[in-house]
């Protein structure tokens, strides 16, 4: 942590106060040369790729092995998932500063709650397997960490955007930075309005978000504050259509066009960062977190007066949270001592509109969790050894309503352990080339879906609420080796992976009567290994390409259908491509006008594990063109044009429930936007 003693006392000043900001994500961020699999993208690659878009979409564009869908069809409106290694957003832990996002109960991240959040992001980094300890959910599948708008690094400014463009897209936000002002304080304000139709059939959102930080600077002691609230009005379209549906009408939504949720979030964080010495920092940080809504669905009922009535589902969560944080430098190797502890509330509704006051279903869940880890780094010449190991003790109580059941739930508390090693080694074979492998483990307990495969617990599930047993915890092996390469123009990361499987938790069961889910069970011991390289070469100042390519094996070992006399042996999981490709190829043509293309091409993915050749999502491949064009030095205008050859595809699909047939989250065909920064 020492400086340079070649710096004036100004600018020595200046970087002990933006490591000082800095101490708080190095906690659980893996540095350059770890050995994990990890893309770290900075300010400038971020503002290059974001145009408004959900944050998942905008990870896609940064990060190998990551797929998206959008249930609009476009990446700017409604709601979006990601999947990571075919493995889905409820096992990706992710985090603001440190802080999590995922919503505990569920373990899931819905970006559309706090749209245009990309915005305030000064770094992201996504590390793909178990990588480093983090806080909150299990980072099983992988983690993804944001850094919030840095404050002592930004000079006083302002911005307006303006984005506008198919289906009746605008966006339109207004953002200010004081820097790093004479008394040692900074702030940064945003306020972000976005509305659009969406593609598919009333599949659109109206949403405001507003996002903060401010703080005090010192020689030894921070304080900052940052925190976000979103609120969102959604059309739902959260069903796959199938296909001769499709066929006849691609924009087609099985929903009721009355059906709009309400959703809302936030989040406060205030983090107070001390340095201890030239070598130790401890940073603490308290956090709440909410939030809460309306989800309702209508149905078909000839005894209203409309012919339709409506249920809506609201749920309203309530998160508080404790973490502490100790760096130290040492001749024996840097050390990292983090704990958390937090508990979530959550309470689900059930009720028929208009009555909102007189639920029909009420119960509360709490979740609560103490977890704990250590980090060790020591350099012995060419080789650094890293090793990492968390322990979490978690305690899930489901609740349940008692007048609805009619009797007493009496649901046992749910208690989970788990120890989570890492252990790995760097060996740089010169400055510009290293080779690296690690191990990991990680467990991650139930969702509480998992467990009800319901959104109540009734009279069909309570035997295996009551069971604790019923959904056993799972767990994944993490084998990663790789390298990194850079020379003149070139830059090389080749990672290879096997992960296996114990128990890992799959909706492999029967269909409820209620209708919404499928039982998720425990199944048979699967794996999942493959190839991922990133890859960038500059041909000349102006021309350049980039290349994220990610090959996927993935098997489960057996399969037994529910009710069914079958077995299924050395199947492919669902959602999991063999081949997942991005290229995109930059020419600059001066110093102010920028311009790239961009291919993706996703191979075909089966939809269900008995592997039906029926049932499968199409394989697809996608032209994306950017363009921007910076003029008065500082502002701004760029387009994107995406799926520029008109292509009908999908990234993901289910069966459908009563045909059988298969059914897609049809994605948008071309479409363009354009957005203006003026920047002051």
Do not use: C
Request: without cysteine; charged residues 20%; proline residues 4%.
């Amino acid at each position: 942590m020492g400086l340079s003693p070649h710096l004036t006392k100004a600018q020595s000043d200046t970087l002990r106060v933006q490591e000082l900001e800095e101490v708080t994500i190095s906690a659980i961020r893996a540095n350059a040369k770890a050995p994990v699999a990890q893309i770290t993208a900075g300010l400038k690659e971020i503002q290059q790729n974001f145009n408004g878009q959900d944050g998942a979409f905008l990870l896609e564009r940064l990060s190998p092995s990551l797929v998206t869908y959008s249930e609009s069809g476009t990446g700017f409106s409604n709601y979006g998932q990601m999947r990571l290694r075919g493995i889905d957003q409820t096992r990706i832990n992710i985090t603001l500063n440190g802080v999590p996002l995922n919503d505990m109960i569920d373990q899931g991240v819905f970006f559309s709650n706090f749209t245009d959040f990309g915005n305030s992001v000064h770094s992201v980094q996504v590390q793909r397997g178990v990588g480093t300890s983090s806080n909150g959910v299990a980072s099983y599948g992988g983690s993804v960490n944001f850094e919030s708008v840095s404050l002592t690094k930004t000079k006083p400014s302002a911005e307006l955007q303006f984005t506008g463009g198919s289906f009746n897209t605008f966006r339109a936000s207004a953002e200010v930075h004081t820097g790093l002002m004479e008394n040692k304080t900074a702030f940064y304000a945003r306020m972000s309005r976005l509305q659009s139709d969406g593609y598919r059939d009333h599949s659109g959102t109206e949403s405001n978000s507003l996002f903060f930080s401010g703080g005090y600077f010192g020689e030894s002691h921070a304080i900052k504050f940052t925190g976000f609230a979103g609120n969102t009005k959604n059309d739902l379209a959260y069903v796959p259509t199938p296909l001769s549906l499709i066929e006849q009408d691609p924009r087609t939504n099985l929903l009721s066009d009355n059906d709009i949720d309400d959703f809302g979030q936030w989040l406060f964080q205030l983090q107070h960062t001390w340095r201890l010495s030239e070598r130790s920092t401890l940073v603490n940080t308290l956090y709440y977190g909410g939030a809460g809504g309306d989800f309702p669905y209508s149905y078909a009922d000839t005894t209203a007066a409309a012919g339709i009535s409506t249920i809506n589902y609201p749920l309203y969560n309530n998160h508080f949270g404790f973490m502490s944080n100790y760096n130290l430098d040492t001749k024996y190797g840097g050390i990292n001592i983090g704990v958390h502890a937090y508990t979530f509330r959550r309470e689900n509704q059930e009720l028929i509109e208009p009555d909102i006051n007189n639920p029909y279903y009420q119960d509360q869940s709490t979740k609560d969790e103490v977890s704990a880890f250590a980090k060790w780094e020591k350099a012995f010449g060419d080789f650094t050894l890293f090793a990492d190991v968390q322990a979490r003790s978690v305690q899930l109580s489901l609740g349940g309503d008692a007048s609805y059941l009619g009797e007493d739930p009496a649901i046992p508390t749910r208690d989970y352990f788990f120890l989570n090693p890492k252990l790995g080694a760097t060996y740089d074979i010169k400055d510009n080339w290293q080779v690296y492998a690690s191990f990991g483990r990680s467990g991650r307990e139930p969702t509480r879906t998992d467990i009800l495969g319901s959104l109540q617990i009734n009279s069909f599930n309570i035997a295996d609420v009551r069971n604790v047993n019923s959904v056993e915890a799972e767990y994944v092996n993490d084998l990663e080796a790789g390298t990194r390469f850079q020379l003149a123009g070139l830059k090389l990361d080749l990672n290879l992976f096997y992960m296996s499987f114990e128990n890992e938790i799959a909706p492999i069961g029967v269909y409820i009567p209620e209708g919404f889910y499928q039982v998720y069970l425990n199944q048979e011991p699967s794996y999942r290994a493959g190839v991922e390289l990133m890859a960038s070469y500059d041909f000349t100042e102006s021309l350049s390409f980039q290349t994220q390519v990610s090959y996927l094996n993935a098997r489960i070992s057996s399969y037994t259908p529910a009710a069914i006399d079958v077995v299924y042996t050395d199947i492919q999981p669902i959602l999991s491509p063999e081949w997942n490709a991005n290229l995109s190829v930059n020419y600059q043509i001066n110093e102010d006008l920028r311009m790239s293309l961009r291919g993706r091409y996703l191979s075909e993915q089966f939809m269900e594990l008995s592997n039906d050749p029926n049932l499968v999502v199409p394989s697809s491949f996608i032209l994306d063109f950017n363009a921007s064009w910076q003029f008065y030095k500082e502002h701004e205008f760029s387009i994107m044009v995406n799926n520029l050859t008109n292509e009908l595809y999908y990234t993901y699909g289910a069966p459908d429930a009563f045909s059988g047939e298969p059914a897609f989250l049809v994605q948008a065909p071309i479409n363009l936007y354009g957005t203006l920064r003026l920047r002051f």
